[in-house]
């Protein structure tokens, strides 16, 4: 799981200031709260547990829960990249479209292309690009 955005922090410590903008971060700490701001403004709180505990009413544990084996990483996004905005117009929409597929054709890294934070800009980002021109 990667969580992409920034004001990361980890049990009352700021990550930011050791992060690197658009490199993965290995979250190996359980017993934590991790707290952020995801990309799009929302902000999150997750305890990361080193037991898995669900409420055995659950059916379906909650989105919240991660397993204590799970690979957990955060991104530091540079808040002056806005994700999927290929046509550099500040909003994110059906006009970023056919930049999208001429920049995604010329083989070369764009920070607002690398939507799944992989660290790549390919064929890998066309459904999350899908996915925020649905919102």
């Given amino acids: 799981m990667n969580l992409a955005g920034s004001n990361f922090v980890l049990d009352g410590v700021s990550l930011d200031g050791s992060l690197t903008v658009d490199v993965p971060f290995v979250v190996n700490d359980r017993d934590v709260i991790l707290t952020g701001v995801y990309t799009d403004g929302t902000a999150f709180s997750f305890t990361l547990n080193s037991e898995f505990v669900v409420n055995p009413s659950d059916l379906v ?6 397993s204590p084996d799970a690979t957990l990483t955060v991104t ?4 002056s990249v806005l994700l999927g905005d290929f046509n550099s117009d500040g909003v994110t929409n059906f006009l970023d479209i056919q930049p999208f597929i001429a920049l995604l054709a010329s083989g070369e890294f764009h920070p607002e292309g690398d939507l799944n934070f992989d660290g790549s800009f390919n064929f890998l980002d066309i459904v999350p690009f899908i996915l925020i021109l649905a919102n």
């Fill in 61 to 66: 544990p909650p989105a919240d829960v991660f």
């Fill in 76 to 79: 530091l996004v540079s808040s």
